[in-house]
């Protein structure tokens, strides 16, 4: 719109509009029917793409950058790249990821040519494109199947704050070291029952004569969780690391 205004182009309001998720855009300016959006959009509407076209697609995809074609009344009239910005500290965080042993997927809309560009720059390894965004829950569900715990990133699955994507790694440490106070705090409170009670119900009696005073009872169980709950603010103190 912006570009349109600098160039002293008017700028109509379109009729018909219409949103088509995972193709495109078609609407009427004026007299002419505009579409704009991708290939699959231009084959679903039947629009021819040129040679020419299809070779200046292809450089454009190949640096990653995703296309957008613009049609009128069935005649392609102009190409529209536009490059997403990689994050920062993407690379750092796949490169990371996979040195964790973690495998690394990226699923999207855009066609294979521009996905592989992008994992390329950031080193994914495994790319899936093509995808609409109603059958991303499925792709997920497809690498479940193939005996994978998967976690989604992206598109309000997970929300990163910060828009830092070290997060995840932070999100990660994070679940590692909750399970492993859970751990702990399940064997410590097995510990205390599992020698206590029996000696509450007198089993060192027979031998040596002992009883266990029902305070002192009293206090080991409280001791217990007094540990239990100390062990889990040791959490609060909990740094990731970089």
Request: aromatic share 6%; no cysteine; net charge positive.
């Amino acid at each position: 719109m912006n570009a349109a205004k600098s160039r002293k182009i008017e700028v109509v309001e379109p009729r018909a509009f219409k949103t088509i998720p995972g193709y495109g855009i078609s609407a009427t300016v004026g007299k002419t029917r505009v579409l704009v959006g991708n290939a699959a959009l231009m084959k679903r509407e039947k629009v021819e793409i040129e040679d020419k076209v299809a070779t200046a697609m292809a450089e454009l995809e190949e640096k990653g950058e995703t296309v957008v074609i613009v049609a009128e009344n069935r005649k392609i009239t102009g190409l529209i790249a536009i490059a997403d910005t990689i994050k920062e500290h993407s690379r750092e965080t796949i490169e990371k990821l996979n040195k964790m042993g973690y495998k690394t997927v990226l699923i999207t809309g855009d066609n294979e040519r521009t996905a592989l560009a992008i994992a390329k720059q950031v080193g994914i390894k495994r790319v899936m494109a093509h995808v609409f965004p109603e059958d991303k829950a499925n792709e997920v569900k497809r690498l479940q199947k193939e005996g994978n715990k998967v976690a989604f990133v992206g598109d309000g699955i997970i929300v990163l704050i910060k828009s830092d994507l070290r997060d995840i790694i932070t999100a990660i440490q994070i679940s590692k070291y909750t399970v492993e106070k859970i751990k702990q705090n399940l064997f410590w409170a097995f510990f205390y029952n599992a020698v206590g009670i029996p000696i509450a119900m007198g089993i060192l009696y027979p031998i040596t004569g002992f009883l266990l005073n029902p305070v002192i009872a009293g206090a080991a169980m409280a001791f217990s969780s007094v540990s239990v709950v100390s062990n889990s603010l040791l959490m609060r103190s909990f740094k990731p690391r970089r």
